[in-house]
């Protein structure tokens, strides 16, 4: 039988090539990204350390390697749409239909809680039904498709917008806490513990 240890895990900046290496194929084979180039490692690891400080990044290794990662970045930039995010996820082919993704995304959404955002967003490239049955399963709603807005291998590409609301939208909501001034609380160890429950099992 072959053994497995899985493990979720805040990003390191160790991580860089590891994730940049998940990341690589869909820069390069699909328009699942609109990036056309791969970035160079130490751009990628600058990106890591600008997201990671304020946004909740996670990485999922089997046996030590690293095998795929989820992320939340800025919505937008003006001050009233600080409780929105965006997220990610990415695995690489060998991890898919394990339940990782869904385990990486309902971690975001804790740490994302516990911060105190609202509003979560993903685009998605069309067609990618795969990733639109994924979305829809974990809660998201189709907001709106942004007709041929892309333009990568040498033809236009549809993108679908979902929306997931993460609590409720009381007033005079508290300004969200940046990751940086929660990696020593005991409520981040215990989401990242019940993720590893989850992957355990």
Request: glycine residues 6%; proline residues 3%.
């Amino acid at each position: 039988m072959e053994n497995n240890t899985f493990e979720i895990r805040l990003i390191q900046a160790g991580d860089n090539q590891a994730v940049l290496a998940v990341y690589k194929p869909y820069i390069e084979n699909t328009a699942i990204t609109f990036e056309y180039d791969v970035p160079a490692s130490e751009a990628f690891l600058e990106r890591i350390k600008h997201i990671s400080t304020a946004y909740p990044w996670l990485v999922c290794l089997q046996n030590n390697e690293v095998i795929g990662y989820a992320y939340a970045s800025k919505y937008r930039d003006r001050a009233a749409y600080q409780w929105a995010a965006e997220s990610a996820v990415y695995l690489t082919e060998g991890a898919h239909r394990k339940g990782i993704a869904r385990v990486l995304y309902e971690t975001l959404f804790d740490i994302l809680r516990f911060l105190g955002y609202t509003n979560l967003y993903a685009i998605i490239t069309l067609p990618n039904p795969k990733s639109v049955g994924f979305h829809q399963a974990m809660g998201f709603q189709e907001i709106g498709i942004f007709r041929k807005v892309g333009y990568k291998f040498d033809e236009w590409h549809d993108v679908i917008w979902f929306e997931r609301h993460l609590m409720g939208h009381g007033d005079n909501p508290e300004i969200p806490k940046k990751m940086n001034d929660i990696l020593d609380s005991n409520a981040l160890k215990k989401i990242i513990q019940q993720a590893n429950e989850k992957v355990a099992c």
